[in-house]
Nanobody, 122 residues
Framework: QVQLVESGGGLVQAGGSLRLSCAVS????????MGWFRQAPGKEREFAAA????????VYADSVKGRFTISKDNAKNTVYLQMDSLKPEDTAVYYC???????????????WGQGTQVTVSS
């Protein structure tokens, strides 16, 4: 079994920054790609960014491109999401996910964390 634990969420003013972390533990077979998704109240879960543990260029949703940066620390089995220039519309629960391939589709990911709340005030 694979466990994903997110941390780093919180309350920040518009224009501020937060860094989310996702620590991966357990049997990591099949977790070649890591993604960050978010879900705002009353809305569907949407893709934010994804990266592979080995190689490849990260992919981003247009809504976060240029403001968010996904990165990884293979030695720590941890993926990060650096969020800069935050906007009120970035307010959501942020989830990390692990799966066999890099994708913007949530159904391509097998394992999910419990989520961390990010609130951006105007």
């Amino acid at each position: 079994q694979v466990q994903l634990v997110e941390s780093g969420g919180g309350l920040v003013q518009a224009g501020g920054s937060l860094r989310l972390s996702c620590a991966v533990s357990g049997r990591t077979y099949g977790t070649y790609a890591m993604g960050w998704f978010r879900q705002a109240p009353g809305k569907e879960r949407e893709f934010a960014a994804a990266i592979r543990w080995v190689g490849s260029t990260p992919v981003y949703a247009d809504s976060v491109k240029g403001r968010f940066t996904i990165s990884k620390d293979n030695a720590k089995n941890t993926v990060y999401l650096q969020m800069d220039s935050l906007k009120p519309e970035d307010t959501a629960v942020y989830y990390c996910a692990a799966g066999p391939i890099i994708s913007a589709a949530s159904n391509r990911y097998t394992y999910w964390g419990q989520g961390t709340q990010v609130t951006v005030s105007s």
